[in-house]
């Protein structure tokens, strides 16, 4: 029986920026962080060559993660914001052309011409930049690329990320090290990915195997390599 009562619902697509670089950041902690230090120990090195390259790999990884969305992100706003100037000067320079531009986009999204154009010349005049930016470049003025917000989180989730396998080798020495950091850092990504896809409304365990996977083969090489030079 369909339900009788209409609830509001919830989207998640506006996640959808911070929640990549906030998972993103937090899976190359992870992944790259614990890889280093396992190929690192694999090579029989000491418990504080070890720790050292750990450290070394939170820091240096989140400064390189915060550089690079930072670098990337802007470039995207430059882009938006060049968009955003064009299709301003153009509602300027040529009003009428911009208004059948628009009534084109509503009439191949099924409208009739003369409700297109109706509907067409009251966003223009209510406010045409906006209607352009959202209808014909899928652009909101109020929600461009942000880089100083993907720089931080893609940093601080990359440190939090890195923190599980540097603390989880602290405990022990080199006989269990290895198998204690190759588990909490697989315990980690599996539950980064559900939860992540939790957030983001996807299949948790589908993200989960996902991550698991990638991450494994990763921590795998590395370990075989620092055996083979070690």
């Not at 009439?107 to 009739?112: C, I, K, N, P, Q």
């Not at 080798?169 to 204690?180: D, E, F, I, N, V």
Request: net charge neutral.
């Amino acid at each position: 029986m369909p339900p009788t009562t209409h609830t509001a619902e919830t989207h998640r697509s506006h996640r959808a920026a911070w929640l990549r670089a906030a998972v993103l950041g937090a899976d190359d902690g992870i992944v790259s962080v614990s890889s280093l230090m396992l190929g690192v120990a694999a090579a029989n090195a000491s418990t504080r060559a070890v720790l050292i390259a750990g450290v070394a790999g939170l820091v240096g990884g989140a400064l390189s993660m915060a550089v690079g969305e930072f670098v990337s992100v802007s470039s995207q706003r430059d882009v938006e914001l060049a968009d955003l100037a064009k299709e301003a000067a153009e509602i300027r320079d040529f009003p009428e052309a911009e208004l059948r531009e628009l009534t084109e986009i509503y009439m191949r999204r099924g409208l009739d011409r003369d409700l297109a154009r109706q509907v067409a010349r009251q966003l223009h005049e209510h406010d045409a930049l906006g209607a352009h930016l959202r209808d014909e470049l899928n652009l909101h003025p109020d929600d461009l690329a942000n880089p100083r917000q993907a720089a931080m989180t893609s940093a601080v989730a990359f440190a939090i990320g890195a923190a599980l396998p540097l603390l989880s080798s602290l405990p022990l020495r080199a006989g269990g090290r290895l198998a204690l950091m190759a588990v909490v850092a697989l315990a980690g990504l599996g539950t980064l990915g559900a939860v992540g896809a939790k957030i983001g409304g996807g299949l948790g365990r589908r993200a989960a195997t996902r991550v698991l996977i990638g991450g494994g083969v990763a921590m795998a090489v590395t370990t075989l390599i620092g055996r083979l030079i070690g």
